[in-house]
């Protein structure tokens, strides 16, 4: 796909994930995004890995991590400018990652491919924003996949308000969401 039929696309179209996630991306099958042929991972951070305003990664949400860093390629994705905190969670995994990245955005995004050295096809958008980390995604043809975001515990938030609005405004816009 090229960029000019990437821009061309509708707006359904680029707010529309490839798979919406039952769950948070603990819940998320590794052998399921292998056998679409991902070969890497560019994880938003807030409310995806890290409860809001935490610093620690649940123990689940580590496991996993870990699991998926032994098959593929991690890279932080984060609209967040704190390098402390985005940097320590990198630090822990022994990860890149990416502050103010400015989603949905392209240019920091295309970097981030560069240094993959992967076509976009072959790497996954993972996040818990539609406006963000779907549509940054899909803007340059990446596997977009949106995931529940999580509570301290690391359990699926209940209550999260930001992102029903945003998967209602995504279904206006002609988006299939659940």
């Known amino acids: 796909m090229t ?6 696309r509708s707006v359904s179209d680029l707010l529309q994930p490839n798979l919406v996630a039952a769950g948070t991306l603990v819940d998320l099958p590794l052998d399921g995004l292998l056998a679409q042929g991902i070969r890497a ?8 890995l890290l409860p809001h305003r935490g610093s620690t990664l649940p123990e689940p ?5 870990k699991r998926a860093q032994a098959t593929m390629p991690l890279h932080l994705f984060s609209n967040n400018p704190s390098r402390s905190r985005i940097g ?6 022994g990860v890149d990652f990416t502050t103010s990245a400015g989603k949905p955005r392209r240019s920091p995004l295309r970097r981030v491919l560069q240094q993959l ?24 043809g990446m596997y977009t996949v949106l995931v529940k975001p999580i509570d301290p515990s690391g359990q699926p938030c209940r209550h999260d308000h930001w992102q029903r609005f945003e998967v209602k405004l995504a279904q206006l816009a002609g988006a299939e969401l659940p």
């Open 88 to 93: 320590g969670v990198a630090e822990q995994l």
């Open 61 to 65: 949400m580590e496991a996993w991590l």
């Open 3 to 8: 960029t000019d039929s990437v821009t061309r």
């Open 41 to 48: 991972l560019v994880l938003d951070v807030d409310r995806t």
């Open 117 to 140: 050295d992967l076509p976009a096809a072959e790497v996954a958008m993972v996040g818990d924003r539609v406006f963000t980390d779907v549509l940054a995604g899909n803007r340059l």
